[in-house]
């Protein structure tokens, strides 16, 4: 969930709270079907959906770069050493591959993965105000809402007071490149100060707050950012949610 | 009473864990529509009386407090700081620490109080235009806040200051981010609303400004009121160097017309003043 707009897409139009019921739906659904060809499909559906927000290319390092490694490994445990394992399907010599192992590593890996894509499309498409804004107007308390927003400006801004310390202390001539050594030297007389001067600076931003109305608890608040639901948020909401229930009586048909 | 916009009752104030009060028996009043000047060296508790009218204390700031503050004639220990917020208005010194730190536009940082009023969209836009607009930072209304210069910044602050549209706005040393042209704008501005019946409260080093814009000034020195009165009527007081205050030099000028009988015996603490002054002097000379 990005502080700045994301790049205008479909997706991007969307209701926040329609991409986190997707999250909640897809996900699981996914946890909840007996196999894994479930949560495949939603993952290649996710593929396009991510085509259609502009975001393809982010979207597939970040579940190949993540889905690889954690595949490999799982599998190589779970196949290879699962307590699980009955059926035998390769003997590798210095240990047996089993078919129960390798298809729980499958779905793990799969719920995982789908969990991932889900918040990384409504992470990378969703504007940070927007969000807080959806959640302030479906009632979740503002200063929650607050800490969200707070949390993701005030990293960027102590490390633009860090930077500035730093130039001013090269323009000293501290060395602040090189070595650990040189490096811990400039900087950890840096720290007090950098903490000071953050304490001093959340004590007049409360201040701000208080009299910008922030503990103000007589009215409903509003926001200046446009949440709109849109047709498209109530149809697709309704299908995911029956998606959802399909999927239940589905499941508990099969296990049936 | 009805004609003040704050009345300050015999206040006096030690933060927790001190052993000095800041503030020790201050009484004074501000007449609604006013432009009020509270001037001094540093440390002297300016700030701190600053803090009481908008109820930063005894509500934000722990202490011991004693005395009262009426602002529109209610006192602020019976009032939350929300609720003081709708009637007084304060701009200080940091501006990048008058920053909501939840906007990423300047457009939603001047708009974060009217949402926390539950004012209407629709209205907010409009608000938040005439705002930007007024306050010359349409240019940069979709820049995120925290990438803006410090002059800027402060005119963010200001505007998220004015668009709560308090009858009360209280200054605290706010045009040092700013430079000389910018600083004047924003006077302008302040000049036209207290014309238009907003009572000022500002805290200034800058005498000269102080001069031209004060209808009362106030000295404080050591955390009490030790002079008051109308401008020419303070910096005319041989006194006030011993409270660490310089008076403007348009003051140095007439005074030493003044000394060599140049003129009537007049304090001129502004630049029209002064002008009118050494004028008169020239003529006597001629």
């Not at chain 1, 897809?26 to 079907?33: D, E, F, N, R, V």
């Not at chain 1, 304490?199 to 949440?227: P, W």
């Not at chain 2, 306050?135 to 979709?142: A, E, G, N, S």
Request: hydrophobic share 45%; proline share 4%; glycine share 8%.
């Amino acid at each position: 969930m990005g502080s700045g707009e994301p790049v205008k897409s479909p997706i991007e139009k969307l209701n926040p709270l329609t991409k986190m019921l997707a999250i909640f739906c897809l996900g699981l659904a996914t946890l909840i079907y007996p196999n894994s060809w479930l949560g495949l499909g939603i993952v290649i559906v996710l593929f396009g959906v991510a085509g259609m927000a502009h975001i393809l290319k982010s979207f597939a390092k970040t579940i190949f770069g993540f889905g690889i490694p954690i595949s490999l490994m799982l599998f190589f445990i779970q196949g290879l050493y699962s307590p699980k394992n009955k059926t035998i399907i390769a003997d590798l010599g210095f240990a047996k591959l089993g078919e129960e192992g390798l298809l729980y590593a499958a779905k793990i890996v799969i719920t995982l993965l789908v969990f991932l894509a889900t918040f990384y499309i409504m992470n990378q498409t969703t504007y940070a105000g927007k969000m807080v804004a959806a959640l302030t107007s479906s009632g979740i308390n503002p200063q929650v809402g607050y800490l969200i927003l707070a949390s993701l400006n005030v990293v960027p801004q102590m490390h633009r007071r860090l930077d500035v310390i730093k130039e001013a202390q090269e323009a000293r001539g501290v060395e602040t490149t090189g070595g650990l050594w040189a490096r811990l030297k400039a900087y950890i007389p840096l720290m007090g100060p950098v903490v000071m001067s953050s304490l001093t600076d959340a004590q007049e931003r409360g201040m701000t707050l208080e009299t910008r109305g922030f503990a103000n608890t007589n009215v409903k608040r509003t926001s200046y950012i446009e949440v709109t639901t849109s047709k498209a948020d109530t149809y697709l909401r309704a299908g995911l949610i029956i998606f959802l229930v399909a999927v239940i009586i589905i499941s508990i048909l099969m296990r049936w | 009473m009805d004609d003040l916009a704050i009345e300050v009752k015999d206040l006096s104030f030690r933060y927790r864990q001190t052993t000095h009060a800041a503030l020790s028996h201050v009484s004074f009043s501000v007449p609604k529509g006013s432009f009020f000047c509270i001037i001094g060296g540093n440390g002297v508790g300016k700030s701190t009386l600053c803090n009481t009218f908008v109820g930063l204390i005894p509500h934000y700031f722990l202490g011991k407090m004693d005395g009262d503050v009426l602002v529109n004639g209610q006192s602020i220990i019976d009032q939350s700081i929300a609720d003081l917020s709708s009637q007084i208005g304060l701009v200080f010194q940091n501006p990048f620490n008058q920053l909501s730190y939840t906007a990423s536009t300047v457009a939603e940082e001047l708009a974060y109080g009217l949402g926390n009023r539950g004012v209407a969209r629709e209205e907010m836009v409009t608000k938040v235009e005439a705002v930007a607009k007024l306050m010359r930072i349409d240019q940069v209304f979709d820049q995120n806040p925290l990438d803006l210069s410090g002059g800027q910044a402060q005119r963010v602050a200001f505007g998220s200051t004015f668009i709560l549209e308090p009858k009360i706005l209280v200054l605290d040393e706010c045009t040092t981010q700013l430079d000389p042209m910018g600083a004047d704008e924003i006077f302008a501005i302040v000049k036209r609303l207290n014309n238009e019946g907003i009572t000022v409260i500002m805290v200034d080093h800058d005498m000269e400004r102080v001069a031209e814009y004060a209808d009362q000034v106030l000295v404080l020195a050591d955390g009490s009121p030790v002079l008051q009165g109308a401008p020419a009527e303070v910096f005319g007081d041989p006194r006030l160097a011993d409270f660490g205050v310089e008076p403007p030099d348009y003051a140095a000028v007439t005074q030493a017309l003044a000394k060599r009988q140049l003129i009537q015996d007049k304090l001129g603490v502004t630049k029209d003043q002064a002008a009118a002054l050494v004028k008169e002097g020239l003529n006597h000379a001629d």
